[in-house]
């Protein structure tokens, strides 16, 4: 495992039965001498094989909770809640109720990610209008080199464009995450509370993809990451849960945060599919989620089919990040609490506005390291010598049977040709292939003369 | 042409540029020539594209590359095509662009998008 990417293989459990091969967007896993692997440069943390193994052998590789009642002197520990964990508990379960779960827990500090998205959304509502008064000075057709924009929240559908849709880049919302805001926030927050430098902070991000992990590892568009460490939301939910059951009693609690910060609704409303769209004041945006469907809206796109479109947000995972591969409610009930949570959140910041913290609070960044186009999916860096394996490709699919079975543990028949070409694979990976092959020797055996 | 340009390593300009001008191309033949065959040639350097139809051919050729000019017919109007953008908007995204028509007997158009 390197440090790239936070989908990992548990050989022990891996059949090799290619049914992660065949999901796989990127067409990223092989079926290799009975163990899957996965290609680290194509992989793109989407976590669809995490989601379809049906033996659990594909896992997300995330930290460890630290021993937060150990004696820590010097040091604060703070985690940073996605809006998407509040959809994982019954509605009984309010937001100050588990953010006190997560005091309980042991951690120095609080902080919903909700936040920092609040301030991308005022932030991105800025960008469109600079967009959409740059598409005003521009002819028709050069319209779909402005619009629309496409959001980056996800890092999976960021990944992905820069591997299969590259010409997409300077469409994305070239702003840091909403957890790297929340991050940075943090840190300095709690430094200037406790006149600590802000080495002595660490950031733990509770998340529902192993995604956001990579994206913590190796940050998108910036140089460092202010997340120190990221605890898979399907690690943290017992503890949670078991901190709950004793707090049942005491459910009348309305205000858990340290002084009353809580982020504004329109950051909650990011965790669902569409959340973040809504917040950016036009009605000409569009929703998609699932990552098979994010690659189709993403070919349109460059087709320029959607330059009639302002903005675009799509999520790798269905009903948005409270669907992540991590998260532990049923996607369905989890998008009907996601509604109460941000009609509940809505309510209270109307009744009580003070305990709110204003979005302009935050700033969040440009990217300011351009983003790097991921090459590994063309046959060769020459495109002379590129063609001339296309052409032995387009020849060896000929031969190959078509049937797409999986079974040479490449996911389709032009999959293995490429597997040929590029000297991974055997033509006789085949069974049909290697049977006919076996054919022929049995009947010349038969004809020999002994 | 798309995909397997990508996986050649073209850039992506470059092949939103074939990919462009081939669209065009294509939904002019559709509308006018009553459908036809596309061939798309690659080299290491270029791509060829050529688009043939065996529909009414263009009278006018020079009048057809102006912008707005349009004979779609209504049907293909309220579908939101023939805005009279398709020839120069072909011109505009090859780097080489011939037509080759005659009246009564079909138009074939080759382009070339260098990468």
């Known amino acids: ?9 548990n050989r022990d459990l891996c059949v090799g039965c290619t049914n992660c091969i065949k999901g796989c967007p990127t067409e990223a896993i092989r079926v290799r001498e009975g163990k899957a692997s ?38 604060l520990y703070s985690v940073l809640i996605p809006p998407s964990f509040y959809a994982q508990f019954g509605t009984a379960v309010s937001r100050p109720m588990l953010i006190k779960a997560l005091y309980s827990l042991g951690f120095d500090y609080v902080y919903e990610v909700a936040l920092g998205a609040a301030a991308s959304s005022l932030r991105t509502r800025e960008l469109l209008e600079e967009k959409r008064r740059l598409a005003e000075s521009l002819p028709p057709e050069e319209i779909s080199t402005v619009f629309p924009m496409i959001s980056s929240a996800c890092p999976v559908v960021v990944r992905l464009i820069q591997m299969k849709f590259k ?5 994305l919302v070239p702003l840091d995450a909403p957890m790297e805001i929340t991050a940075r926030f943090a840190r300095a927050d709690i430094a200037a509370k406790n ?43 017992p503890a949670i849960l078991n901190i709950l059951e004793h707090m049942k009693e005491n459910n009348g609690i309305t205000s858990s945060l340290r002084d009353d910060r809580y982020a504004d609704y329109n950051g909650i409303q990011w965790a669902a599919a569409g959340g973040e769209a809504q917040t950016l004041g036009t009605d000409k945006y569009m929703a998609v989620d699932g990552i098979h469907n994010v690659i189709s809206i993403l070919e349109e796109i460059e087709n320029e089919h959607l330059s009639d479109i302002e903005f675009v947000e799509p999520s790798c995972c269905f009903g948005g990040c409270i669907g992540g591969p991590l998260a532990v409610a049923n996607p369905f009930a989890a998008r009907v609490r996601m509604r109460n949570v941000i009609r509940n959140a809505r309510e209270e910041q109307e009744n009580s506005p003070e305990k709110y913290l204003d979005p302009e609070t935050m700033t969040p960044h440009l990217w300011d390291v351009p983003l790097p186009e991921n090459n590994s999916m063309r046959l060769d860096e020459d495109i002379g010598t590129a063609l001339g394996k296309y052409n032995k ?21 032009a999959a293995l040709a490429e597997d040929i070409v590029q000297g991974n694979a055997l033509e006789t990976d085949c069974i049909i292939k290697l049977k006919e092959h076996i054919r022929k020797v049995a009947r010349e055996i038969n004809t020999l003369d002994l | 042409m798309k995909k397997t340009l990508t996986k050649l390593g073209v850039r992506p300009e470059s092949i939103k ?45 020079d009048q057809a590359m102006r912008e707005g000019f349009s004979t779609a017919p209504d049907a293909a109007r309220e579908m939101g095509f023939g805005a009279g953008m398709g020839l120069p908007n072909m011109r505009k995204h090859a780097d080489n662009l011939e037509i080759d028509t005659k009246v009564g007997e079909g138009t074939k158009v080759t382009m070339y998008i260098k990468f």
């Open chain 1, 1 to 9: 495992m390197g440090k790239l990417h936070s989908v990992a293989l």
């Open chain 1, 38 to 75: 996965i290609d680290e440069k194509r992989c793109i943390d989407c976590g669809e094989c995490i989601r379809i193994c049906p033996h659990h052998a594909k896992g997300a590789v995330t930290d460890q909770l630290p021993d937060l009642a150990k004696p820590h002197p010097g040091i």
């Open chain 1, 167 to 171: 010409a997409l880049i300077p469409h």
């Open chain 1, 195 to 237: 006149n600590l430098t802000p080495d002595k902070i660490i950031n733990y991000f509770i998340s529902p993809c192993p995604s956001k992990r990579s994206a913590a590892l190796n940050p998108l568009g910036q140089k460092k990451s202010d997340v120190d460490f990221v605890l898979g939301m399907h690690e943290v939910y």
């Open chain 1, 393 to 413: 490709m387009e020849e060896i699919l000929a031969t190959l049977p078509g049937l797409d079975c999986g079974a040479c543990g490449a996911p389709t028949c």
């Open chain 2, 17 to 61: 540029r074939a990919a462009i001008a081939m669209y065009e191309a294509e939904i002019n033949a559709v509308i006018h020539g009553h459908g036809g065959m596309a061939v798309v040639t690659i080299f290491p350097d270029s791509v060829k594209i050529e688009i043939i139809d065996h529909g009414p051919g263009i009278p006018d050729v």
